[in-house]
């Protein structure tokens, strides 16, 4: 089988390779060729099994060009895992607000159309605490994230901005969060990230680290609950969960677009990610 594999914009300089090169090896091991595309330079399907937008960092950035993007994927149904439908709708983290509603354990979410001191005092109020997180809906890598304290103006980088709003979980420093990983629609494998210290940012462009843990109790059901929310099924996906400030649970990410999966971390999931990617092909 011959899959598409899609890679950040020619300009993106953040370092995207190694991911790449851990996911393409699996399916190569797994007798599938791999051809890496930008996804701003990909004109068509034709020759290939499978469009894969697995390393499309960066798309945040571009987040117009990328919408035309699945816009004429879908119109053209491509073949793709996965699905432009389900990309779309994972693009912008207002999700979590829809989910939240629907009663899922979610980490609480406001979406402010204009993020400025008043819409921030009075989320203060919806959200019964005094320090907040604020984050852009459509970002990555913690990408405009800040945690506000009591009396902290916004910052000047996203004042006036559409933002979403979320209570500050101090668990983040003391458990951090948990990634479930899942393909074909199976759990596959779950890690730990946590922030470095006096930070709280678990991604490891800030110093965070991350590896393989045993599920917490009550994981798999809430992560099973968000991706049966989701639009359309995943071929591959991962769930961070956190545990919210009554003690439970939550969800506060669906990552379906261009996840780090952290095989690396558990060496025997690259099978399982192979089989997914190419039953999905076949």
């Not at 984050?135 to 000047?156: D, E, M, N």
Request: glycine share 8%; aromatic share 8%; charged share 20%.
């Amino acid at each position: 089988m011959r899959l598409a594999m899609l890679t950040p914009a020619p300009d993106y300089d953040a370092e995207w390779r190694w991911a790449f090169d851990v996911e393409a090896e699996a399916l190569r091991a797994a007798g599938a060729e791999v051809v890496g595309v930008p996804w701003t330079e990909f004109g068509s399907p034709a020759g290939f099994d499978l469009v894969l937008p697995l390393v499309t960092w960066g798309y945040h950035l571009r987040h117009a060009e990328w919408l035309a993007f699945l816009d004429r994927a879908e119109a053209e149904s491509w073949p793709m895992a996965n699905p432009p439908q389900l990309l779309r709708w994972n693009s912008d983290k207002a999700y979590l607000a829809e989910l939240g509603r629907q009663g899922l354990a979610s980490v609480p979410t406001l979406e402010v159309d204009h993020l400025n001191e008043a819409a921030l005092a009075a989320a203060h109020g919806v959200l019964g605490t005094d320090q907040l997180v604020i984050k852009p809906p459509v970002s990555a890598a913690a990408w405009g994230t800040y945690r506000l304290g009591p009396g902290q103006p916004v910052p000047t980088e996203v004042h006036g901005s559409r933002m979403l709003v979320q209570p500050w979980l101090g668990s983040v420093i003391e458990e951090g969060e948990y990634s479930l990983i899942f393909f074909g629609g199976h759990f596959s494998h779950s890690v730990a990230k946590r922030p470095k210290a006096g930070d709280f940012r678990v991604q490891p462009d800030h110093g965070g680290t991350t590896k393989a843990c045993e599920l917490p109790d009550g994981a798999l059901a809430v992560a099973e609950a968000a991706l049966a929310a989701a639009p359309t099924a995943a071929t591959y996906a991962r769930v961070d969960l956190i545990r919210g400030n009554d003690g439970g649970l939550q969800l506060m990410e669906l990552e379906l677009i261009e996840p780090a999966l952290f095989l690396h971390c558990v060496p025997e999931a690259t099978s399982r990610f192979a089989e997914a990617v190419l039953a999905a092909a076949a």
